[in-house]
């Protein structure tokens, strides 16, 4: 994928909050290049975060999207790809697990739609967690409906709450669905933890039938950890509360 007007958008209010001191990473080398339909909508999400810029500032003779990253405070982005067609830096296969010499070097780790290409997903992931350092975010940006065909997966998310935060014990930021067409009638929608609540998430008739990104910002902590496993929310509030009756009418017969 690349950085299109939507993504845009949501990077140019991530830089008011956040700018990396150390090494960041990009997943495959991202696209940047203005959609003459969305044109003015550049300029006003520029000026609605307070940045003095024009949109053609962000711009790059090749059409890649380090200019932008790098004007946006997020540093000289280095690239990660199975190849280097596209002038990767650093050569990795996502289906495996990075070496030990790129475990927590990085601040911040952009996915604009890479993840959703990767057959092994939980190792990706995985490797995602080996790379960040305390403190380091992971943006991430791939297709939650709408994108059939386009890659291996789509994705729930039911993986962020599951994986990122209850298995792996990182914040995270913000989970939403985002469409991919800012103009086709619906706002981005923020998912709750479905944790609190003990039922699945219901997405019916929240988003729409047309490409839409599950965009969401997570931040691993000293407190993090990778798990040996994750369990979908849902049913392990109904395990959890199984077993806990169990285990009190076994204390009832037992008195």
């Not at 909050?17 to 999400?45: A, E, K, V």
């Not at 380090?66 to 650093?90: C, H, N, P, W």
């Not at 939403?176 to 944790?195: C, I, N, S, T, Y």
């Amino acid at each position: 994928m690349g950085v299109d007007y939507v993504l845009f958008d949501r990077l140019t209010e991530l830089s008011t909050r956040f700018q990396p001191g150390g090494r960041t990473l990009m997943l495959g080398r991202q696209t940047f290049s203005i959609q003459s339909q969305y044109r003015q909508l550049y300029d006003q999400s520029l000026e609605r975060c307070g940045i003095k810029a024009s949109r053609f500032d962000f711009l790059q003779k090749d059409g890649y999207a380090e200019t932008l990253m790098r004007k946006l405070g997020f540093g000289e982005m280095e690239v990660m790809d199975f190849s280097d067609y596209e002038g990767a830096q650093i050569l990795h296969d996502l289906n495996i697990k990075p070496p030990k010499a790129l475990e927590k070097q990085f601040d911040l780790i952009f996915d604009g739609g890479t993840i959703e290409h990767v057959f092994n997903t939980p190792v990706a992931l995985e490797g995602v967690y080996r790379m960040l350092k305390p403190g380091g975010r992971f943006i991430s940006a791939n297709g939650l409906n709408g994108w059939y065909g386009h890659g291996m997966y789509q994705f729930n998310p039911e993986l962020v709450w599951t994986f990122w935060k209850r298995a792996c014990n990182c914040n995270v930021i913000s989970c939403r669905a985002v469409p991919k067409d800012p103009l086709v009638g619906f706002d981005p929608v923020e998912f709750p933890d479905p944790a609190h609540t003990g039922v699945r998430l219901k997405l019916y008739n929240q988003i729409g039938p047309g490409r839409t990104y599950l965009y969401y910002e997570v931040e691993k902590t000293r407190q993090s950890h990778l798990p040996k496993y994750a369990l979908q929310s849902d049913y392990e509030t109904k395990w959890h509360g199984h077993d806990n009756a169990g285990a009190t009418r076994f204390e009832e017969a037992r008195s």
